[in-house]
């Protein structure tokens, strides 16, 4: 079974930093594409960065030049850096991963607990 394990999320003030991370454990798997979403309650799970098996990576608008999402392809972790954090970065953010089973021919999505991040003005 594959679990993803989200860590790193807390309280700052605005214009500070938090770093997530995201551990995959299990067996008998391969990792492909890795990022994160953000949720607000009563809103759309929105979302804020990506980064493939080739290295190439994407972010929202409202998040370039402030965060930074990385990962270790060898402990299968993914992390996001987030800097100059605003009030609006509140959420909670979900890991997600894009995994092939052994003996499956699909990618399938999974999707971390969830950690939360909130920015005081």
């Known amino acids: 079974q594959v679990q993803l394990v989200e860590s790193g999320g807390g309280l700052v003030q605005a214009g500070g930093s938090l770093r997530l991370s995201c551990d995959v454990s299990?067996?008998?798997?391969?990792?492909?594409?890795m990022g994160w979403y953000r949720q607000v309650p009563g809103e759309v799970r929105e979302f804020v960065a990506t980064?493939?098996?080739?290295?190439?990576?994407r972010y929202a608008d409202s998040v370039k030049g402030r965060f930074t999402i990385s990962r270790d392809y060898v402990k299968n972790t993914v992390y996001l850096q987030m800097n100059s954090l605003k009030p609006e970065d509140t959420a909670v953010y979900y890991c997600?991963?894009?995994?092939?089973?052994?003996?499956?021919?699909?990618?399938?999505?999974?999707w971390g607990q969830g950690t939360q991040v909130t920015v005081s003005s």
């Open positions: 997600y991963a894009n995994i092939l089973l052994r003996g499956r021919s699909l990618l399938e999505g999974y």
């Open positions: 299990g067996s008998s798997f391969s990792v492909n594409a």
């Open positions: 980064a493939t098996n080739g290295g190439s990576t």
